[in-house]
Nanobody, 116 residues
Framework: QPQPVESGGGLVQPGGSLRLSCAVP????????MEWWHQAPGKQREMVAS????????EYADPVKGRFTISRDLAMNIAYLQMDLLQPDDSGFYYC?????????WGRGTQVYVSS
């Protein structure tokens, strides 16, 4: 079973950028659809972006459209979430999910804090 590992979180000022990474240290990265989920303090986890196994199709939640970009590097087994124009509401934990059919493999998350 893959164990995604997220990194790249941290403290950033409003309007700033961060790039999150999700490494899947397992030889079949290309078979998983990849998702990024956001959990704000006291709220449910919500999906913010997804990318198909080929990378051809991406989807975004309305609050992040035009600000976040999901991508994947099949050679490096890494999925990315480029986050621009960050706002305080973007704060919280970001989780990577590797999905294959009905199976979901979650990372432990990386924390993002947007504050001046």
């Amino acid at each position: 079973q893959p164990q995604p590992v997220e990194s790249g979180g941290g403290l950033v000022q409003p309007g700033g950028s961060l790039r999150l990474s999700c490494a899947v240290p397992e030889g079949t990265f290309q078979k998983y659809d990849m998702e990024w989920w956001h959990q704000a303090p006291g709220k449910q986890r919500e999906m913010v972006a997804s990318i198909t196994r080929t990378g051809r199709t991406t989807e975004y939640a309305d609050p992040v459209k035009g600000r976040f970009t999901i991508s994947r590097d099949l050679a490096m087994n890494i999925a990315y979430l480029q986050m621009d124009l960050l706002q305080p509401d973007d704060s919280g934990f970001y989780y990577c999910n590797a999905r294959y059919g009905p199976n979901n493999y979650w990372g432990r998350g990386t924390q993002v804090y947007v504050s001046s």
